[in-house]
């Protein structure tokens, strides 16, 4: 089945950028998400792309697509510690009415 | 407004019973959809529901069902619970579907424990 990867830990300090990298492989996603989950809480919608756009930003996130290589990016530009999280890539085709998600990465943020 | 609301938020079953969860969509939203998240699978696609009508559905046993009523509310019935099935159950709410271009909003979840 199609699938998608994310690593799954990732650590920095306060006022660095964070950036969470994901690959998919279903070749007619047309919707890419990022969701954020805080411990005991569910998924929270950070931001989605079209798979026709190659970036999309949003204040302190962007989001890069390079479709050829079916790779996916979020940037969390100065990053504090209230982002810390786990951050769930997921894909979409159209028609198929559901998300396929990756294992999530755990971001944690150093004071 | 009101976000998607799950209910309950905690439930603990025994072994062989049945159970069923409550997710209310956004007003306005059409289209539900269920996921099931374990530490070790991760986040699984159950079944999607639009206008009543299942448009989709997941890898799980027949165990597993769902129904959405005309207001759009939707429940999910699991019988004859297995250790298995402990997990936070996840409901998501959209206009038309996700892979389509609207946003799916979730829930707070329910947290099933089988006992």
């Known amino acids: 089945g199609e699938d998608v990867e994310q690593s799954l830990f990732l650590s920095v300090r306060e006022g660095d950028s964070s950036v969470i990298n994901c690959t998919y492989t279903?070749?007619?996603?047309?919707?890419l998400y990022w969701y954020k989950q805080e411990p005991g809480a569910g998924l929270q919608l950070l931001t989605y792309?079209?798979?026709?756009?190659d970036m999309k930003q949003d204040q302190r996130l962007t989001v890069l697509l390079n479709k050829k290589d079916k790779h996916l990016s979020l940037r969390i530009a100065d990053t504090q510690t209230g982002d810390s999280a786990i951050y769930f890539c997921?894909?979409?085709?159209?028609?198929?009415?559901?998300?396929?998600f990756g294992k999530g990465t755990k971001l944690s943020v150093i004071p | 407004k009101a976000g998607v609301t799950q209910t309950p938020r905690y439930l603990i079953k025994t072994r062989g019973q049945q159970v069923t969860l409550s997710c209310s969509p956004i007003?306005?939203?059409?289209?539900v959809s269920w996921y099931q998240q374990t530490p070790g699978q991760g986040l699984q696609f159950l079944f999607e529901y639009f206008s009543e009508t299942q448009r989709n559905k997941g890898n799980f046993p027949g165990r597993f069902s769902g129904r959405q009523f005309s207001n759009s509310r939707s429940e999910m019935n699991v019988s004859t619970l297995e250790l298995g099935d402990s997990a936070l159950y996840l409901c998501?709410?959209?206009?038309?579907?996700?892979?389509?271009?609207?946003?799916?909003?979730f829930g707070q979840g329910t947290r099933l424990t089988v006992v």
């Open positions: 792309i079209f798979s026709n756009m």
């Open positions: 998501a709410s959209s206009l038309a579907g996700t892979g389509t271009n609207t946003e799916a909003f």
């Open positions: 279903d070749s007619s996603s047309t919707y």
């Open positions: 007003s306005g939203h059409r289209s």
């Open positions: 997921a894909e979409t085709g159209a028609g198929s009415y559901q998300l396929t």
